[in-house]
C-alpha cells in the first residue's frame, strides 16, 4: 500500500531533514527531481534542514553548494560533522589549544573559527586528534594521528562512513582510513560525531516547533540507523548508495520507516511506501515454499516490496526469493534483485 492511503507522506511532517550525498545530489550534480522537490517544500512554507557527514566542507560552503545547484540554502540550515567535531573540541580543550588534523582544509577553518589550533605533526603536541575525510589524505597523515593518539590525544572521527557515492560507484570513505588508524592503533576512536550517532537529527529535529521530523537518506547504516538512534520517522529514497537487496538484509536498527525510489515520494502517495507492509499488499501475494519466498500477483512494484520486507524481516534466516508469473518477475529486476530462483 502507498505510504498513507491516499495522503501524501510530506502531510504528516513539519521538517524534512535532507542527507545530501545521494539524495539531494551525486558529487556536483543534483539528482534528477531534487531541485524540484526542495523547490516545492519551500513553496508550501516547509522548513528543511541538510544534516550530512561530509566533513570535506563547511556549512557555508554547502549553502553556497545548493544555492548553485538551484536550491537556495542558508548556512544554518546545514548541520556537517566538521561543524558538530570542532564545537565538541571547543567544549573539552582550553582555547587556542592543537589539534592535529587529518582531513579537508574545511576541517581546519571549522577549529580555527571555534578558537582551536589545527597542527599538522605528531611532535606539535596536539591535545586531539581530529579525523574526517579528505582526497588527499594518505599515509603520512595516518602515521602522525597514530603517534599523536599513541601519545595520549583524543581521538575524534568526524563520521565512519565506509563508502561515499561517485558516478563509478562507491568510493573508500572517511570510515575506511579510520579503519586503517583502528587497525594500526588495536582500538576505537574515543567519539565518533556523525551518523549513525543520533547527535546531528536530534540537532535538527529540535527546529521543527514541536512538530515533526522525517528524515530522508540514502544510506541504511548511516541515514535510516541515525534517525532510528534520535526517534525520528526516516525515507529510504533509492538514489545512493543502498538498494533494495541490502533494505532486505537490513537488521532492525537499519530499517527505514518508508521506501521511495527518489524525493517524489514526498509528494504522491503512489510513489513511497510503509516498510514492512501485509503480506498481500496491493495485488500482491508472498508465500513461502521449501525454505524459498514466492512473489505472486502484480500492482504497483513498491507494494511488492512492502510484502517483500514483511516476509524476509520475518524469517528465522534470509530467504531465496523467486517470481511466480511475469509481473513478479518484472518487479524483482526492477529492484535489482535477482527473477530467475
Given at each position: 500500500?502507498?505510504?498513507?492511503?491516499?495522503?501524501?507522506?510530506?502531510?504528516?511532517?513539519?521538517?524534512?531533514?535532507?542527507?545530501?550525498?545521494?539524495?539531494?545530489?551525486?558529487?556536483?550534480?543534483?539528482?534528477?527531481?531534487?531541485?524540484?522537490?526542495?523547490?516545492?517544500?519551500?513553496?508550501?512554507?516547509?522548513?528543511?534542514?541538510?544534516?550530512?557527514?561530509?566533513?570535506?566542507?563547511?556549512?557555508?560552503?554547502?549553502?553556497?553548494?545548493?544555492?548553485?545547484?538551484?536550491?537556495?540554502?542558508?548556512?544554518?540550515?546545514?548541520?556537517?560533522?566538521?561543524?558538530?567535531?570542532?564545537?565538541?573540541?571547543?567544549?573539552?580543550?582550553?582555547?587556542?589549544?592543537?589539534?592535529?588534523?587529518?582531513?579537508?582544509?574545511?576541517?581546519?577553518?571549522?577549529?580555527?573559527?571555534?578558537?582551536?589550533?589545527?597542527?599538522?605533526?605528531?611532535?606539535?603536541?596536539?591535545?586531539?586528534?581530529?579525523?574526517?575525510?579528505?582526497?588527499?589524505?594518505g599515509w603520512a597523515d595516518l602515521a602522525e594521528a597514530s603517534v599523536a593518539v599513541r601519545a595520549g590525544a583524543i581521538w575524534i572521527a568526524t563520521n565512519t562512513d565506509r563508502t561515499?557515492?561517485?558516478?563509478?560507484?562507491?568510493?573508500?570513505?572517511?570510515?575506511?582510513?579510520?579503519?586503517?588508524?583502528?587497525?594500526?592503533?588495536?582500538?576505537?576512536?574515543?567519539?565518533?560525531?556523525?551518523?549513525?550517532?543520533?547527535?546531528?537529527?536530534?540537532?535538527?529535529?529540535?527546529?521543527?516547533?514541536?512538530?515533526?521530523?522525517?528524515?530522508?537518506?540514502?544510506?541504511?547504516?548511516?541515514?535510516?540507523?541515525?534517525?532510528?538512534?534520535?526517534?525520528?520517522?526516516?525515507?529510504?529514497?533509492?538514489?545512493?548508495?543502498?538498494?533494495?537487496?541490502?533494505?532486505?538484509?537490513?537488521?532492525?536498527?537499519?530499517?527505514?520507516?518508508?521506501?521511495?525510489?527518489?524525493?517524489?515520494?514526498?509528494?504522491?502517495?503512489?510513489?513511497?511506501?510503509?516498510?514492512?507492509?501485509?503480506?498481500?499488499?496491493?495485488?500482491?501475494?508472498?508465500?513461502?515454499?521449501?525454505?524459498?519466498?514466492?512473489?505472486?500477483?502484480?500492482?504497483?512494484?513498491?507494494?511488492?516490496?512492502?510484502?517483500?520486507?514483511?516476509?524476509?524481516?520475518?524469517?528465522?534466516?534470509?530467504p531465496r526469493i523467486r517470481p511466480a508469473g511475469n509481473d513478479a518477475g518484472r518487479a524483482l529486476e526492477s529492484f535489482g534483485l535477482p527473477s530467475g530462483g
Amino acid at each position: 500500500m502507498s505510504a498513507d492511503a491516499g495522503e501524501r507522506l510530506i502531510d504528516g511532517y513539519t521538517l524534512v531533514v535532507f542527507d545530501l550525498d545521494g539524495v539531494i545530489y551525486l558529487i556536483d550534480r543534483p539528482i534528477p527531481g531534487a531541485v524540484e522537490a526542495v523547490a516545492r517544500l519551500h513553496a508550501e512554507g516547509r522548513a528543511v534542514a541538510y544534516a550530512t557527514n561530509n566533513a570535506s566542507r563547511r556549512s557555508s560552503d554547502v549553502a553556497d553548494l545548493l544555492t548553485g545547484m538551484g536550491v537556495p540554502a542558508r548556512p544554518e540550515e546545514v548541520l556537517t560533522s566538521a561543524a558538530a567535531s570542532a564545537e565538541l573540541l571547543r567544549d573539552r580543550l582550553p582555547a587556542g589549544a592543537p589539534v592535529l588534523v587529518v582531513g579537508a582544509e574545511a576541517l581546519r577553518a571549522e577549529l580555527r573559527a571555534v578558537g582551536l589550533t589545527p597542527v599538522s605533526r605528531a611532535d606539535e603536541k596536539p591535545a586531539a586528534v581530529v579525523q574526517g575525510y579528505g582526497p588527499q589524505v594518505g599515509w603520512a597523515d595516518l602515521a602522525e594521528a597514530s603517534v599523536a593518539v599513541r601519545a595520549g590525544a583524543i581521538w575524534i572521527a568526524t563520521n565512519t562512513d565506509r563508502t561515499l557515492p561517485s558516478g563509478r560507484g562507491p568510493l573508500p570513505g572517511n570510515g575506511a582510513l579510520v579503519a586503517a588508524l583502528r587497525t594500526a592503533l588495536e582500538r576505537d576512536p574515543d567519539v565518533v560525531v556523525g551518523k549513525p550517532e543520533s547527535a546531528l537529527f536530534e540537532t535538527a529535529a529540535r527546529r521543527s516547533d514541536g512538530g515533526r521530523a522525517l528524515v530522508v537518506g540514502d544510506r541504511l547504516d548511516t541515514d535510516i540507523e541515525g534517525a532510528r538512534r534520535a526517534g525520528l520517522d526516516s525515507l529510504l529514497v533509492l538514489t545512493g548508495v543502498s538498494g533494495v537487496p541490502d533494505l532486505l538484509a537490513a537488521e532492525p536498527k537499519r530499517r527505514p520507516t518508508y521506501v521511495a525510489r527518489d524525493l517524489a515520494g514526498l509528494f504522491d502517495p503512489a510513489a513511497a511506501v510503509r516498510v514492512p507492509g501485509p503480506a498481500d499488499a496491493g495485488g500482491w501475494s508472498v508465500s513461502e515454499h521449501d525454505g524459498t519466498l514466492e512473489l505472486g500477483g502484480s500492482g504497483r512494484p513498491l507494494d511488492a516490496l512492502a510484502a517483500l520486507c514483511a516476509a524476509v524481516w520475518s524469517a528465522p534466516t534470509p530467504p531465496r526469493i523467486r517470481p511466480a508469473g511475469n509481473d513478479a518477475g518484472r518487479a524483482l529486476e526492477s529492484f535489482g534483485l535477482p527473477s530467475g530462483g
